[in-house]
């Protein structure tokens, strides 16, 4: 008998399986191989969000936590994805630049960032003309090799299956669900976009978004990431990724000539030396209509939950909330009431009507 089946081995999957496996829950992991949004992720974690440069949601719980945890992931795996660096957000006018230097002297916000109006600090990869803030608390997240070192963590231990979950091997009893031949205390689903094919959560309001990246190849190394309307990270001394793009219209994986254009357009009016495109990518991320992961138990279904709707902040965001998560299943604690999937059972008793 299992404590859970993990649907799904995406950002979400990976570390919702990995907490709960920390904290002695026997697990298996079952997740079908296809390329998800978290293979395409660009892993950026920054407690600044938006053209307002307003502090994230529950900004001040998450960001310590990430830290910590992604730090311990990487000496359990023995591997190395976690790359906290600087990131310098540049100003985009004067009036921006008056605004912030009158904020941090105010509100006595420097410990947060650091106000740079020295415009020939990075004159040497990037157009400066105000001034920005440099970030303390940011980085990237190498989402692939953590995924595919917990899987291979996993596959280690027999706690993985490669296979596409289907719903007519899933019986459900009072005490317990059957999966395949698995008996487990509880399911729980991180499969992204799929839950939209789910019938369980398919009532759920995403709101998906397409986004896309390229990469570039690099001559002159540095270690910053720079955000102006776009961002640049730097991946090693001769490559970088550049994004990003959001569109609700296309929601496939094509990559398309409008992205492409629209990043080197913005591109180049950030960054001044030469470079060559070496790749790009798409993906769909699972946004939420309100912003808010979903989380939480089938109001029919008490056995079947969800753990999705992260958006592009899964990096962010997933290692909190698991925590969290695993707080309200083992110990009690109630469940954030602006992630809990109660929130919208209305939506569900309108479908049973």
Known sequence: MYD?????????????????YQHGKKIVVIDNGEKSSSHVAAGIYNSITGKRKVKTWEADLL???????????EKQLNTHFFHPIPMYMLFESMEEQNTWVGKINKENIGNEWDLNLDIS??????????????????????VNEMLRNWKLFLLERKI???????????????THIEYDG???KRIIFCDGLNA?????????????????????SISDPFQTIFSR????????????MVGSTYTWDDLTNDCTEKAREELERKLK???HPEYQITNQIAGIRPATRDRRPFIGFHPAYPLIGIFNGFGSKAVSLAPYLAHHFYEYMELGKDLNPEVDISRYFYLYSNIER
């Open 121 to 142: 600090l990075y004159k040497k990869w990037i157009h400066d003309l105000f001034g920005g803030l440099i970030k303390k608390q940011s980085g990237y997240v190498d």
């Open 269 to 271: 009016k950030l960054y």
């Open 63 to 73: 960001f310590p936590f990430l830290e910590t945890y992604y730090t311990n992931l």
């Open 160 to 174: 993985f299956k490669s296979d596409y979950f289907q719903k007519e091997k899933l019986t459900i009893l009072p």
């Open 4 to 20: 859970y089946i993990i649907i799904g081995q995406g950002i979400a999957g990976t570390v919702l399986s990995h907490t709960l």
């Open 229 to 240: 309307g776009i961002f640049i990270i730097p991946l090693s001394t001769t490559e970088a």
């Open 182 to 184: 698995i008996k487990s």
């Open 196 to 216: 939209k094919k789910n019938s369980f959560f398919n009532w759920l309001p995403f709101n998906p978004a397409k986004g896309e990246l390229i990469k570039i």
